[in-house]
């Protein structure tokens, strides 16, 4: 183990069950509709190419990235699209893959970014959820994990930029985390 990582919260074996169960939902779910995914950079993206290979129906893949303007605009809820979709969601079904739903600021942003583009639907999916942290009155269409209020790094999920390569999910040493 990684000597920074206090506690391992979710080992491979773990993610790797939730993400095919979740694979596996979202294939019936979207039987016979035209599946757009799209992974939110940089912290989805091992969940992202995990998941995707668990969904057994035909459909597309783009990618967003985005971050907060900064302190005094965070309330207001606006983000910076760093990068957005190049593909044509218009009439079709769009899920939204992001790691972790924390306030809610990206992911209701970004949803309401997207609707206005004329998808079919637009649903949200997220490997974890937290919701005691929650400033935006919105919910996962899909989650696979509840976690409470703690600060995981791992399996795409950084702190500074690190972390990002283990193939577990866990909790800094506080030590660590200045
Ligand atoms: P939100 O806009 O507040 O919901 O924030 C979502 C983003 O915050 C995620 O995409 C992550 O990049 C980051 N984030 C929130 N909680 C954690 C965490 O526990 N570990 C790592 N990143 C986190
Ligand atoms: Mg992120």
Request: a negative charge.
């Given at each position: 183990m990684n000597p920074e990582i206090k506690t391992i919260l979710y080992?491979?074996?773990?993610l790797s069950k939730a993400v095919s169960e979740l694979g596996n939902k979202l294939t019936s779910d979207y039987e016979g509709r035209e599946l757009v995914l799209v992974a939110v950079l940089k912290g989805s993206v091992l969940f992202f190419a995990d998941l995707m290979r668990c969904i057994d129906l035909p459909c597309t893949i783009d990618f967003m990235a985005a971050s907060s303007y900064g302190s005094s605009t965070v309330s207001s809820g606006k983000l910076n699209i760093k990068k957005d979709i190049s593909c044509d969601i218009k009439?079709?079904?769009v899920l939204i893959v992001e790691d972790i739903?924390?306030?809610g600021t990206t992911l209701s942003y970004l949803k309401d970014y997207l609707a206005q583009r004329e998808p079919a639907s637009v649903k949200l999916c997220t490997l974890f959820d937290k919701p005691a942290r929650r400033k935006k009155p919105?919910?996962?269409d899909y989650s696979c994990f509840t976690i409470d209020d703690q600060f995981i790094v791992g399996y795409g999920l950084d702190y500074d930029e690190k972390f990002r390569n283990l193939p577990y999910v866990g909790?800094?040493?506080p030590g660590y985390c200045k």
């Open positions: 080992s491979e074996e773990d009439g079709k079904d739903l924390d306030t919105i919910t996962a909790i800094l040493d």
